[in-house]
Nanobody, 124 residues
């Protein structure tokens, strides 16, 4: 089993930045894809970004391209989401997820491990 714990959420003004972290523990020896999803109040959970094991392949939702950057440090079993130029519509609970695929995917069903989430609130 793998446990994922997110941190770094909080309250920030529009235009500000936050960096989320997701620490993995347990059976992390397998190569994997890590991703961030988010769920705003009253909305379905949506894909944000994903990264493969080497970090050489990343994908982003159109709504966050050129503002968010996903990265990972395998030595620390940690994946990050750097969020810049934040907007009120970025307000959501952000979830870290893990898939045993080799190629990043936006499909939630392909992610079998999920964290508890961290709240990000962007004020206008």
């Amino acid at each position: 089993q793998v446990q994922l714990v997110e941190s770094g959420g909080g309250l920030v003004q529009a235009g500000g930045s936050l960096r989320l972290s997701c620490a993995a523990s347990g059976r992390t020896s397998s190569k994997d894809v890590m991703a961030w999803f988010r769920q705003a109040p009253g909305k379905e959970r949506e894909f944000v970004a994903a990264i493969n094991w080497s970090g050489g392949s990343t994908i982003y939702a159109d709504s966050v391209k050129n503002r968010f950057t996903i990265s990972r440090d395998n030595a620390k079993n940690t994946v990050y989401l750097q969020m810049n130029s934040l907007k009120p519509e970025d307000t959501a609970v952000y979830y870290c997820a893990r898939s045993l695929l080799f190629v990043p995917t936006t499909t939630q069903a392909m992610y079998h491990y999920w964290g508890q989430g961290t709240q990000v609130t962007v004020s206008s």
